[in-house]
Each structure stands twice: as C-alpha cells, then as structure tokens.
C-alpha cells in the first residue's frame, strides 16, 4: 500500500498562488508516477497535471499537464523522496476544487484517472474573486 498526504490548499484571492505539495509513503517502491486531479461542487473529478518517475531520475521529469493547466501550474517532484509539488499561478475562482494526489504503477504520466492506485484525501482550494 502506498500512503498519499496532501497540504499546501487553503483560501486565497484571485491571481494570488498556491503551493501543493503530495508526500507518498509505504510500499512506494513500484511508484511510476504521480498526478494532481481536482474536483470542483457538482462537477466530475478531472486531471491538473502529472510527472514521471522512474524516467524522471534520468531524463529530469516527463510531465503532462491540462490545457487548464498549462501557461499557470507547473508540477515538480524531489529526487530524495517521493514528493510532488504543484505550484499554481494567477489562480481564478474556476480553480476552486479539492485537488487530490495520486499515485501510479504505470509510465508515461497519465492523465486519466484509472491509471492511478493510489489516491490522497484531498486538500481544499479556495479562490475567491
């Protein structure tokens, strides 16, 4: 079992940032890669962003992220440990979700939820306009 924890979200105003951070523990030894989701009130839960792993550690990190996603957040991992962070820029009110760390077996990072294991509880993310 892999353990995901979460912690960086909170209220914040329009066009300020937000930094999350996921941090995997236990069994993660089999970890390709791991992957941000959010789901807003009343809406599917939908893929932010995901690095690479393994191939991370030799070619510096395969990244895939949502047309939402790209130009404002940017996603990153520690080589120590199986830490991923996502640092979110010039936020607006639509970023306003639970955003959920997720780990997966499979390579390349993807973007669709069945490939990941693994899931956190979730960290709120407030933006306010």
């Known amino acids: 079992q892999v353990q995901l924890a979460e912690s960086g979200g909170g209220l914040v105003q329009a066009g300020d940032s937000v930094r999350l951070s996921c941090v995997a523990s236990?069994?993660?030894?089999?970890?390709?890669?791991m992957g941000w989701f959010r789901q807003a009130p009343g809406k599917e839960r939908e893929f932010v962003a995901a690095?690479?792993?393994?191939?991370?550690?030799?070619?510096?990190?395969?990244?895939n992220l949502s047309d939402s996603a790209k130009g404002r957040f940017t996603i990153s991992r520690d080589n120590a440990g199986y830490t991923v962070h996502l640092q979110m820029n010039s936020l607006k009110p639509e970023d306003t979700a639970v955003y959920y760390c997720?780990?997966?077996?499979?390579?390349?990072?993807?973007?669709?939820?069945?490939?990941?294991?693994?899931w956190g509880q979730g960290t709120q993310v407030t933006v306010s306009s």
């Open positions: 997720a780990a997966s077996l499979t390579t390349p990072p993807s973007g669709l939820a069945e490939r990941y294991r693994y």
């Open positions: 690095i690479g792993w393994r191939d991370a550690r030799r070619s510096g990190g395969t990244t």
């Open positions: 236990g069994r993660t030894l089999g970890t390709n890669s």
